[in-house]
């Protein structure tokens, strides 16, 4: 099928539908040609009678409107945002503290010496995101090998954001 | 011409005449997680696929419309396009499905040509 009557009859879905499927569709449009003026009528009315059922009643879901590989899309799975939020937690309490008491000397319990609740509640914020990290990367690099390494990037600067003030600290 | 060719729906797949396309199995949602089972493959490939496997040529708009229901139910995925075109492969839900509606066809097929037999 010709480019411009693939685009004309793509442009009969409604947008959300276009802005997900409308590219790949265009493309399997143009890949149909070569059967014959008779094969373009039958798939030009196959497609205005299917972009009518998609305006009657649409394909179910919501997620429509979004390429589900788009750095946009991935970023919102949990395995996404939690490592973040785990971090920036961490982040929060470490910062928090230090506003709050200082950089002062260890808590002593029984006797002996201890790093205190907020360290231990930071140990565990990031040592607890670690399995999630490798899932989500497990998980999301094969499929959107690039949007995924810009969640990584995000991942790994609220890692290095919330390991900071430790290091600069020397707490 | 028009007797293989599967519109949107399973709605008016059936003709009305008995002649050898009688027998095209048209159900789109079903063929295209039969296409995947296969392994991934984009548009044209289903197409081509789908009409090796049992005769029935999906329209564009037939595959597209049984491609987005398959995604939202998350029972096929999309993968990283290829230029312009997008391959999608089947889930382990989908997979699950699939296998499930096999064997609901296995039994009817059984019942069905023994029902045959006593013609």
């Given at each position: 099928m010709k480019p411009g009557l693939a685009r004309l009859l793509t442009r009969l879905y409604p947008r959300g539908w276009r802005e997900r499927y409308g590219e790949e569709f265009v493309a399997l449009l143009e890949d149909?040609?070569?059967?014959g003026l008779l094969a373009e009528v039958r798939a030009a009315v196959n497609v205005v009678w299917s972009a009518l059922g998609e305006r009657i009643s649409p394909t179910p879901?919501?997620?429509?409107?979004?390429?589900?590989?788009?750095f946009g899309a991935i970023v919102r799975h949990p395995s996404a945002y939690v490592p973040i939020a785990m971090s920036v937690t961490a982040l929060a309490l470490l910062l928090g503290h230090i506003a709050l008491f200082g950089t002062g000397p260890e808590v002593v319990i029984n006797g002996r010496p201890d790093e205190g609740a907020v360290a231990h509640l930071w140990q565990l914020l990031m040592a607890a995101q670690l399995p999630v990290l490798a899932w989500f990367a497990i998980r999301w690099l094969p499929r959107a090998p690039r949007p995924t390494l810009g969640v990584l990037a995000l991942q790994a600067g609220a890692v290095l954001a919330a390991m900071a003030p430790v290091f600069l600290l020397g707490l | 011409m028009w007797d293989n060719y599967v519109m949107r729906?399973?709605?008016?797949?059936?003709?009305?005449?008995?002649?050898?396309?009688?027998g095209h199995y048209s159900d789109p949602p079903l063929l295209v997680l039969a296409s995947l089972a296969g392994g991934p493959k984009h548009g044209h490939s289903m197409i081509e696929d789908i009409a090796g496997l049992c005769g029935t040529r999906l329209g564009p708009g037939t595959l597209y419309g049984a491609i987005a229901r398959l995604e939202q139910q998350g029972w096929i995925e999309p993968l990283p396009a290829e230029e312009r075109r997008r391959p999608y492969r089947i889930t382990g839900e989908g997979l699950r499905v699939f296998k499930a509606k096999m064997a609901t066809l296995e039994q009817f097929v059984k019942a069905g040509v023994a029902r045959l037999g006593a013609f």
């Open positions: 149909e040609a070569g059967g879901g919501g997620k429509m409107s979004r390429d589900p590989l788009s | 729906s399973t709605r008016n797949v059936v003709e009305e005449d008995l002649g050898p396309e009688m």
